[in-house]
């Protein structure tokens, strides 16, 4: 079975309530998506000690605000550590940039950096909790899914309550 077509669209709930994927071009949010839905369908066939560290793994990663904070402050630290050891304003230009990026992002949560870090695949909160989800419901920690049997259907079926 293709996986690629399991999952054409996120979730309606997704679309009408997160921000970040509204104003996310449906290309990037459909790439994040088919990724989460191969991963996922590939542990569907995995022990529960494999889905326990890919759980762990998951509560490791970066979510697109930590990687979006992180990448300003460091633009704004550097800027101005530069404009006082070279004395020149000119390097107050990466934190304004960084700055007015930031800000831009909190007032809409679209900038021309989320537009970037979401190319790259870089996952708000949301989806990586969502992926989380599935993964603890195959490995049986709710007990919805005790009625759904092939691997497939189950992840499927995982992925989608975990969005309920």
């Known amino acids: 079975m293709q996986v690629d077509v399991l999952l054409d669209r996120p979730a309606p709930e997704t679309r009408t309530n997160d921000r970040v994927r509204l104003n996310t071009p449906s290309k990037f949010n459909n790439r994040i998506d088919q990724a989460t839905m191969k991963r996922v369908w590939g542990y569907a066939k995995k022990s529960p000690e494999e889905l326990s560290a890919r759980v762990a793994e998951l509560d490791r990663e970066w979510d697109l605000e930590r990687v979006l904070e992180t990448g300003a402050a460091t633009l704004s630290l550097t800027g101005v550590?530069?404009?006082?050891?070279?004395?020149?304003?000119?390097?107050?230009?990466?934190?304004?940039?960084?700055?007015?990026s930031l800000l831009q992002h909190s007032l809409t949560r679209k900038s021309v950096a989320v537009r970037f870090l979401r190319a790259m695949g870089v996952r708000t909160r949301r989806e990586i909790e969502a992926e989380k989800c599935a993964l603890r419901m195959l490995r049986g920690d709710f007990d919805k899914l005790t009625n759904v049997s092939e691997e497939t259907h189950r992840a499927?079926?995982?992925l989608r309550l975990s969005r309920a």
């Open 81 to 100: 550590l530069m404009s006082i050891v070279e004395r020149r304003r000119r390097w107050l230009f990466l934190p304004a940039a960084a700055l007015a």
């Open 156 to 158: 499927i079926e995982a």
